[in-house]
């Protein structure tokens, strides 16, 4: 799927943003609009790898490698307990440390 | 949050494989069991059921999971009763962190959350105190190829 066909027709049916990185095209929408959007991009392009609901942070906190390393911890743990669904943060890390961490 | 899909995302391929996969499953089962609770079995008329079975199908869950997880929203197991809550904290150099958990014992989960934070140098904070900074969105991940 090319970006730039994904992006005109998100765009056209109702998408706020579309983010790509190495892997994946990241498509963000309005809470209401996530099922409609994902069955029309299904149809049109194919089965998507996921589609859920998350919390966005409105500003992000750049993290240094130490901190990226005990918040992946935790982060880590969190998504292990058995009773959670999701884990949502507003951190933002660079390529760089990324790398070396995982 | 461009960082935390992509960390999410790399640390579902490097993780124990099977016991993210058992763990996924179990998830999407919940969020189908609660959507079937709160809006009834009828994926026509739920669209948050609808949104979760194809969610699960995204993932490859098998249809007798899909379908056990519809069963149980439907019946009255006090085991399978999930209530959902929030959880709102900090983490290393007060970077908030927002938990949502589906939970049949809440003071169970939330003394295990607070320990997990506590463990970490984090601290759980009052209920609104870290969401007022985010915004509830819908995502859609597709592959590039």
Redesign the interface.
């Given at each position: 799927?090319s970006e730039e066909n994904?992006f005109d027709f998100v765009v056209e049916n109702g998408s706020?943003d579309l983010?790509?990185?190495e892997?994946?095209?990241?498509?963000?929408?309005?809470?209401s609009?996530?099922?409609n959007?994902?069955?029309k991009?299904?149809n049109k392009?194919?089965?998507?790898?996921?589609?859920?609901?998350?919390?966005?942070?409105?500003?992000?906190?750049d993290?240094n490698k130490d901190?990226a390393e005990?918040?992946?911890?935790?982060?880590?743990?969190?998504?292990?307990?058995?009773?959670?669904?999701?884990?949502?943060?507003?951190?933002?890390?660079s390529e760089e440390i990324?790398s070396l961490l995982? | 949050m461009a960082g935390h899909s992509k960390f999410k995302n790399i640390m579902h391929r490097k993780g124990a494989q099977d016991k993210k996969r058992a763990k996924i499953f179990s998830r999407l089962g919940r969020e189908i069991s609660v959507a079937v609770k709160t809006g009834g079995g009828d994926p026509e008329s739920n669209i948050r059921l609808r949104s979760a079975v194809s969610a699960a199908k995204a993932l490859n869950m098998p249809k007798d999971n899909i379908e056990r997880a519809i069963k149980k929203g439907e019946g009255n197991d006090p085991d399978s009763n999930y209530e959902e809550v929030r959880y709102e904290g900090y983490g290393p150099e007060g970077i908030a962190v927002i938990v949502e958990a589906m939970t049949n014992n809440k003071n169970r989960t939330a003394a295990e959350i607070r320990s997990i934070f506590s463990k970490s140098g984090g601290n759980l904070g009052e209920s609104g105190s870290v969401s007022f900074g985010f915004k509830r969105l819908g995502i859609i991940t597709l592959s590039k190829n």
């Open positions: 799927v994904l706020q983010e790509t990185n892997d994946e095209h990241v498509v963000y929408c309005e809470q609009d996530l099922n959007l994902n069955e991009i299904i392009f194919g089965q998507t790898n996921s589609s859920e609901l998350i919390w966005k942070s409105e500003n992000t906190i993290v901190t005990k918040l992946f911890k935790l982060l880590n743990s969190l998504e292990d307990n058995e009773d959670v669904q999701g884990v949502s943060s507003n951190f933002e890390v990324l995982t | -």
